[in-house]
């Protein structure tokens, strides 16, 4: 048996087919349009950086010209105005509580003739007051508190005047009681005496309590005496009152009068014209002549009834 050695054959490697893709027709007109690759930039070489001191300095940054377009300056006109305003407001306020001509050097008084000024700017205490803290409510009733005002006004003026107008009471008596004066006007209102009252009354309260400034006098007295002037015109200066027998007053002849209380004063004084008629006519003296207990009568002195 003739064996040959048969050559061996290398074992064939498949060959790969090389397959074409079937190219997508989309349709009948459309084309593929082949775009050129971009070209590649070539790689920067990294530089060498050179170290060198730096110092920093914190300082604000300046521009002359923030607003280099008219936009700029239109998106930054709002902030621009309100920082202006900013800034005045707050110059002003400044102003306002710093400079002299804010400050009240002292108020201004219309009407007062009795008070003197000083008292009036003393009570009202505004002297050396900003003019932005000046309560012309306050400084009202300060003033009003003085018993010789009937009605008091304050008004404040920029940039640092406050007026002061005044009504006064009118005095009308000198009102002695408890062994002190006081003058007293038409409502029966008890004020500091300052002097005589011109074209007045004085008027002794012999047996009544004593009175604060501001408060009213005795009622009954007073009206007594208001009855008598208001009817007698003439009557003389000097009244005194007593419970015994109200209203007394000493007449020219020098003969005491009792008036008793305000209530028929006309008719009192009728009485007594007739009864002085009659007495001077009789050359009579008298001690006193009563009118306040009803019909009026008379005492003779006792040099004359002898």
């Known amino acids: 048996m003739d064996i040959r050695r048969q050559p061996v054959e290398p ?3 498949p060959v790969a087919r090389r397959t074409r893709r079937k190219r997508q027709v989309v349709g009948a007109s459309s084309r593929v349009r082949v775009v050129a690759p971009e070209p590649r930039e070539k790689a920067a070489r990294p530089r060498k950086v050179q170290k060198r001191a730096t110092f920093d300095i914190a300082a604000p940054r300046i521009e002359l010209n923030p607003w280099r377009t008219a936009r ?9 105005f309100a920082g202006f305003m900013l800034a005045l407001l707050s110059a002003l306020l400044w102003a306002s509580f710093n400079l002299d001509a804010f400050f009240v050097s002292q108020p201004a008084v219309i009407g007062a003739k009795i008070v003197p000024r000083q008292e009036i700017a003393q009570v009202a205490g505004v002297d050396g007051w900003n003019i932005f803290f000046v309560d012309p409510r306050a400084v009202e009733r300060a003033v009003r508190a003085l018993p010789e005002f009937k009605d ?5 003026t920029l940039p ?6 005044t009504v006064e009471r009118a005095p009308r008596f000198v009102w002695e009681v408890a062994g ?14 300052r002097g005589m009252v011109p074209n007045g009354w004085h008027v002794r309260d012999s047996e009544g309590k004593a009175v604060q400034y501001g408060e009213r006098i005795n009622p009954d007295a007073f009206n007594a005496a208001v009855s008598l002037i208001n009817a007698w015109k003439a009557a003389p200066k000097y009244f005194e009152w007593t ?4 209203l007394t007053l000493r007449d020219e002849h020098g003969w005491l009068i009792y008036f008793g209380s305000a209530n028929q004063m006309q008719d009192k004084l009728t009485a007594l014209h007739i009864v002085t008629t009659q007495l001077l006519r009789d050359k009579r003296s008298v001690l006193f002549i009563d ?11 006792a040099a004359k009834s002898k």
């Open 11 to 13: 074992e064939k490697k």
């Open 72 to 80: 700029d300056w239109r998106a930054s006109r709002p902030k621009f």
């Open 152 to 156: 008091v006004q304050v008004y404040v």
């Open 160 to 165: 640092n005047t406050v007026e002061i107008y």
């Open 180 to 193: 002190k004066n006081f003058w007293v006007d038409q409502e029966g209102i008890a004020m500091r005496p």
């Open 243 to 246: 419970k015994a027998h109200g």
């Open 291 to 301: 009118l306040g207990s009803g019909l009026p009568y008379y005492q003779e002195s």
